[in-house]
Every structure is written in structure tokens, then in C-alpha cells.
Nanobody, 124 residues
Framework: QVQLVESGGGSVQAGGSLSLSCAAS????????MAWFRQAPGKEREGVAA????????RYADSVKDRFTISLENNKNTLYLHINNLTSEDTAVYYC?????????????????WGQGTQVTVSS
């Protein structure tokens, strides 16, 4: 089992920046990928960024790759997502996920473990 706990959400002005954190614990040796997803009201859960746990190689959704940065802390206990130039379209609950997918690294179906989510609200 892997436990994931997100933090860092909140209310931010449009144009600002925000960093989210995800603390991982438990049997981390069982996972190869960690990812960030988001879900806005009335929309499907969307994968925005993923990172290969062992090398740190990132993957990004095309819609966010110029503004989002995913990273792992050196000890690999914490996953981060830094978001620049926030817009109202970034308003969503952001979830951390972990698993061992072999493809579709930004699809929610391939991840086994999920955090509880953290709300990000962007106001203009």
C-alpha cells in the first residue's frame, strides 16, 4: 500500500503562481510513476503531469506543459507541482496519484493509489 497526502491548495489571483505538494509513504518501492490530476466541477478527471519515479523523467499534458512543472524531492518522498500564470481554467481539485503503468501515463485508469485532493481556486 502507498499513502498519498496532498497540500498547498488555496485561493490565488489570476496570473499568480502556486506549488502543490504530495507526501508519499508506505511501500513506495512498488510504484514506478507518480502523477498529478485535476478535476473541475462537471468535468472528467484530467491528467496534467506525470514523472517516472526512478529517473525523474516528466510527461505533461499539451494544455499545461508551458506553465506546469512536476518534480520529485531528492529522497523521493515528496512530489511537487508548480503552476505559473494561473487562470480561472486551472480551478479544480488537484489529486496526486501513484502506480506502475506501462503506457497512458496521464490516464487516471492506470493509477492504483490516490490522495484525497486539494482545492485550487483562481479568481480574476
Amino acid at each position: 500500500q502507498v499513502q498519498l497526502v496532498e497540500s498547498g491548495g488555496g485561493s490565488v489571483q489570476a496570473g499568480g503562481s502556486l506549488s502543490l505538494s504530495c507526501a508519499a509513504s508506505g511501500h513506495r518501492y512498488t510504484i514506478d510513476w507518480m502523477a498529478w490530476f485535476r478535476q473541475a466541477p462537471g468535468k472528467e478527471r484530467e491528467g496534467v503531469a506525470a514523472v517516472y519515479f526512478r529517473s525523474g523523467a516528466p510527461r505533461y499534458a499539451d494544455s499545461v506543459k508551458d506553465r506546469f512543472t512536476i518534480s520529485l524531492e531528492n529522497n523521493k518522498n515528496t512530489l511537487y507541482l508548480h503552476i505559473n500564470n494561473l487562470t480561472s481554467e486551472d480551478t479544480a481539485v488537484y489529486y496526486c496519484a501513484a502506480g506502475s503503468p506501462i503506457h497512458s501515463f496521464l490516464s487516471f485508469e492506470v493509477y492504483e493509489y490516490w490522495g484525497q485532493g486539494t482545492q485550487v481556486t483562481v479568481s480574476s
